[in-house]
Each structure stands twice: as structure tokens, then as C-alpha cells.
């Protein structure tokens, strides 16, 4: 049986809770179809130690500001999924969890939105999967020859797991700077193996300082202005207190990016081995949108082109939350409001026309 409504959307996380709190507002009959089995999104499955880059106020989602987490100034990701499963509460969102989407299809006037558990019919669609299921890891050569254990990001959970163990983290962004740094902390063999030098945020910036940046940017590039270069040109790491520790100690020593894993550890350019039991690859994400695969949107990098939140070449769809070409910050809690609220409205219009 195929239900009917105005708008799915797909991801009940963040950016899927900021969608459904706009379309409320405006009036709009839709339904958050979500995989997760509980409200709180990826922050679930996060590593122990993980924080947020900003206080709790400077972390909130429209209308309901985050409360402060005790005893901490940057909250930890237990902290957000009870914020989160109680601003999904407080607004009575139409969230129905464990529904997993395969596909979409486009059906006459409307897109048809696949599930396990039978099909909606909806005018509109906002896609709110975000990018923690499509982890991504590189074509390292010799990486089917490594006999110890490797893991992405999303499998790390504590240093616990690597007692006595040879570990080597990937990559120098801020999962990689925090996970390195968790593993420091705890005494663990650490090497760090980095594609550049560690770029370090000056240690006053936070998620504000962050936002504010890229919501300059995005102003400068709709106004035809000089590209202020983003969040990126300030650097890769935000140095929250336990990376800071561990910087300061000279604990986070990074070496250059190794040119082949062999049997028992990796190797670099000039033939310098490092024996390992254990690779972390804290190498990043890809956006998951292969539900829309029968759309034959997807462009470069496997992304969908977009105006604003708009997939460029289907009106009917929007995407939120998967970075800055869907909105400035949007993949973060205090940048996912502003391009909620602009999809919201352009689907109003969408459905008043």
C-alpha cells in the first residue's frame, strides 16, 4: 500500500529535524523517515571522547537551544543525542525510525519514496542522509596485504581496543587530530601519519568563529565578490582541549603520509618501514545518496548539483546537511537552521504553485 503525504524527508538526524521543524512552521504535511532504530542520528555511533568544536548555546538547532552540559564547555555526543531525541519530542516531529530508504523514483507529478515496509508518494522530497554511512577509504597500495586489523573512523571507540597494540592514524583533519590524540593520552604506540603538516585553527576559534566564516563566504559568492577561501583557508584542525594537551605535550608528532602498507606495518617513500598491529583511517566521508541512483543525478565526487538546496535538475528534491554546497556549515547543528528554513520555503512554493 502506497501512503501519501507533501513532503518525505529522508535522515531523521540534525539536518532531518531542522527540515521537519521549518515545514511544521509553515504548515506543510510531511514525515522523517528514518534508519536509525532511536532519535540522535550518527551521534550514536560516535567515539567515547568525541566533543563538539562549540559551547552548548553556540550548538543548538531553531528554536530550542541546547542545554549546557555539566562540568563541560564543549559537550560530548551523549549530551547531543538526548538534546536531540528531546527537540524531536518537544515539537512532536513525525519521525518514524528503522525505516530504511533504497530509492527513490520519480512517479508522474510526484517522487515515490522506496521503503522496507511499503512506498510513499510525496511532492516533494528533502534528503537528509548525511555522510557517516559512506565512509571513505584510499587506494593505498599493499592495503589487501596488511594482515593486522584496519578500521574508518566510524569503528573507532576507545583507546581500550588498542591496549599494547602498534597503531597508525590517517589523516590530518580533526577526527584524525582527535582520535591521535585519544590514543596519546592513553599511552598507545602512535604513529601519525599525515598527506600535509598539521594545520592548526589558532586555539581561541571554535564552531562560532567557523560558522560565522563560512557564512561570510557564502555571502561573498552570492554577491559575485572575492572568494574569502572558506573554513579551510584558516586551517584543518580545531584545537579543542584534549588535542591541545596533547600538541603541547609533543604527543602529536605527525609523520608524512607512508607509500605502501606492507604484510606487517607500512612503508614509506625512502624505504623506511613502521611495523603495525593496527590502521585507523580517519580519511573522511562521501555523501549517502545512492537511494537516488535511479534519478541519474549524481555528478563529480558523488555529489548531486544543487542551487541552494535545490538538486539543480530536480526541482522536487532538496539536500541539507552534507556541507557547504548544500549551505554554509550545514553539516553542523548551528549551520543546518538557515538552509532548513530556505528549502522550506522554496518547497512551500513549490506546492502553493
Known sequence: MTQRTDVVVIGGGQSGLAAGYHLRRLGIEHVIL??????????????DSLRLFS??????LRGRLM???PGEVYPDAAHVVTYLADYEKRYDLPVQ??????AVHRDGTHLRVETGCGDWQARAVVSATGTWTRPFLPAVPGRREFTGRQLHTVQYTNPADFAGQRVIVVGGGNSGAQIAADLAHAGIDLTWATQCLPRYLADDIDGRALFDHATVRRRALDEGRTDTGGVASLGDIVAVPPVRAARDAGLLASRPMFARLTATG?????????EADAVIWCTGFRPALAHFASLRLRGTRGRIATEGTRAADEPRLHLLGYGDWTGPASATLIGVGRPAREAAREIAALLGS
Open 97 to 102: 525510525h528503522g525505516v530504511w530508504v533504497p
Open 34 to 47: 528514518d534508519a536509525q532504530t532511536a532519535p540522535g542520528g550518527a551521534w550514536q555511533h560516535t567515539w
Open 67 to 69: 542545554p549546557i552540559q
Open 266 to 274: 607500512v612503508e614509506w617513500a625512502d624505504g623506511t618501514r613502521a
Open 55 to 60: 559551547p552548548a548555546e553556540y550548538s543548538s
